[in-house]
T-cell receptor, first 116, second 113 residues
Framework: DADVTQTPRNRITKTGKRIMLECSQT?????MYWYRQDPGLGLRLIYY???????NKGEISDGYSVSRQAQAKFSLSLESAIPNQTALYFC???????????????FGPGTRLTVL | GESVGLHLPTLSVQEGDNSIINCAYS??????FIWYKQESGKGPQFIID?????DKRQGQRVTVLLNKTVKHLSLQIAATQPGDSAVYFC????????????FGKGTLLTVNP
C-alpha cells in the first residue's frame, strides 16, 4: 500500500551492527505494528503501538526495540544484529473506528534484512 | 498454545475454476478474522474480513465462511484468474479489545492457464 512506506527496502549488514528500519504512513492511523516474516512461519508480531505514547511488546520482541516518533512514524531497531534476525520485516497500520472496534491492517512493502 | 493453521500449504487450480483455501483456528475467544493476499515481493493485502457473529460474508468474487463449531475458516475464490496466484493468509484477532492479529502460515495458490 503506497500510504505505508518502509526504508530501506533491502539491507545487508554484519553481525553486531546496529540497524534501524523506518516506517512512515500517510493514512492518519493511530495504530502501528512491526512484523517479521520467515518462510514457513507466517507473520509474527514484534511490537505494536496504539498511539504516540503507547508501546507494547509482541510475541517476539527480544533483540528488538521501537520508537514511535510521531503518529506517522514508527521505527524498529536491532541494537546488535545477529544472523537469525535475517528475515522480511513489515510495518502495518490500522485505524480505530468508534463504531467498529476492529479494522484491517494496511501493510507496507517490506524490508528485506540480511545479517551476515 | 493458541494458533492459526492451514490445512494445505499449496493449492494448484485451473484458470476459471473455483478455489477454496482452508484455515483452522484454535482460539475459541477469537472474534474477528481476516484473509490477506500476498503477492511476490509485496506486503499482505486485505481481501475480506468476518466477525464471529457472522457465518458468511461475500465480496467481489470472494466469500469467507466461518464455522465456529469446528473452528474453521475458508476463503472461496470464484472463477480463479492468473492474477489470483499468491500466498493467502488467514488471521484472527487473538487480543480481544487490544486487537492483535495472529497469522497462519499461508497457502500458496497457483493458477494454471
Amino acid at each position: 500500500d503506497a500510504d505505508v512506506t518502509q526504508t530501506p527496502r533491502n539491507r545487508i549488514t554484519k553481525t553486531g551492527k546496529r540497524i534501524m528500519l523506518e516506517c512512515s504512513q500517510t493514512k492518519g492511523h493511530d495504530r502501528m505494528y512491526w512484523y517479521r516474516q520467515d518462510p514457513g512461519l507466517g507473520l509474527r508480531l514484534i511490537y505494536y503501538s496504539f498511539d504516540v505514547k503507547d508501546i507494547n511488546k509482541g510475541e517476539i520482541s527480544d533483540g528488538y526495540s521501537v520508537s514511535r516518533q510521531a503518529q506517522a512514524k514508527f521505527s524498529l531497531s536491532l541494537e546488535s544484529a545477529i544472523p537469525n534476525q535475517t528475515a522480511l520485516y513489515f510495518c502495518a497500520t490500522s485505524d480505530q473506528d468508534g463504531l467498529r472496534s476492529y479494522n484491517e491492517q494496511f501493510f507496507g512493502p517490506g524490508t528485506r534484512l540480511t545479517v551476515l | 498454545g493458541e494458533s492459526v493453521g492451514l490445512h494445505l500449504p499449496t493449492l494448484s487450480v485451473q484458470e476459471g475454476d473455483n478455489s477454496i483455501i482452508n484455515c483452522a483456528y484454535s482460539n475459541s475467544a477469537s472474534d474477528y478474522f481476516i484473509w490477506y493476499k500476498q503477492e511476490s515481493g509485496k506486503g499482505p493485502q486485505f481481501i475480506i474480513d468476518i466477525r464471529s457473529n457472522m457465518d458468511k460474508r461475500q465480496g467481489q468474487r470472494v466469500t469467507v465462511l466461518l464455522n465456529k463449531t469446528v473452528k474453521h475458516l475458508s476463503l472461496q475464490i470464484a472463477a480463479t484468474q492468473p492474477g489470483d496466484s499468491a500466498v493467502y493468509f488467514c488471521a484472527e484477532n487473538s487480543g480481544g479489545s487490544n486487537y492483535k492479529l495472529t497469522f497462519g502460515k499461508g497457502t500458496l495458490l497457483t493458477v494454471n492457464p
